[in-house]
């Protein structure tokens, strides 16, 4: 059919080509060739990467299928080192991602609320007195409710707080405590932030 609109978000997905080892090569629920940490398939001196691969993910710890080209670019330079007979495995990752619509910047890192219980925090971004540029920041920081471990973060705001998604993805690769966040040593100008900023006070929230 024929429909008005003032703009079209066409996404359909994506699905791992791997006809060719189809049958051969051991593969995960999607399709996507299932390797280890050196991006060795079932088959031993046959390895995998990119977008037909899967990648060990750390907040889960276990592997998983996250298609990112940051993850297509390490996993093959991992099996380029491992089929030249160095070996070199991968760290995981945690599938650290953003995006910027209209001006809005929303990133992410580690799991999402459809793996995990959250908690949400929201705050201004520099000191309340300092009127001119000052703009809110949504933070949600899913960790283990055991362990306490960190396992994803998500940030939102229409201020570029891109930085501040890599803390959260080295956090959930050391697997970094949601404690260890409280009196964690962040600097605090007013022209930048606030004496206990959002991370800060979404950590000291945490049940």
Same mark, same amino acid.
């Given at each position: 059919g024929c429909y008005e609109a003032d703009m079209v978000v066409f996404g359909i997905g994506f699905r791992p080509n791997t006809s060719l080892g189809q049958g051969r090569l051991r593969t995960f629920g999607n399709g996507a060739f299932l390797v280890d940490r050196r991006q060795e398939t079932s088959v031993p001196g046959v390895y995998a990467v990119g977008d037909c691969a899967t990648v060990y993910n750390n907040a889960?710890?276990?592997?998983?299928? #996250?298609?990112? /080209?940051? !993850? &297509?670019?390490?996993?093959? #330079?991992?099996? /380029?080192? !491992? &089929?030249?007979?160095?070996v070199l495995e991968s760290v995981g990752v945690q599938g650290s991602n953003g995006i910027s619509i209209w001006g809005l910047h929303m990133l992410s890192t580690g799991i999402s609320l459809a793996r995990a219980k959250r908690m949400d925090y929201e705050d201004w971004q520099k000191?309340?007195?300092?009127?001119?540029?000052?703009?809110?920041?949504?933070?949600?920081?899913?960790?283990?409710?055991?362990?306490?471990?960190?396992?994803?973060?998500?940030?939102?705001?229409?201020?570029?707080v891109s930085m501040g998604i890599h803390m959260f993805s080295m956090a959930v690769e050391e697997q970094v405590t949601i404690d260890k966040l409280k009196l964690f040593d962040l600097f605090f100008l007013p022209h930048f932030n606030k004496p206990y900023n959002y991370v800060t006070m979404a950590a000291l929230g945490a049940e």
């Open positions: 889960i710890q276990a592997a998983d299928y #996250i298609a990112l /080209a940051t !993850n &297509a670019v390490r996993s093959g #330079i991992i099996a /380029a080192h !491992n &089929a030249c007979g160095k000191a309340e007195f300092m009127e001119n540029g000052n703009h809110k920041v949504k933070i949600r920081i899913v960790y283990d409710r055991k362990s306490r471990i960190i396992l994803g973060a998500q940030m939102c705001s229409d201020y570029d």
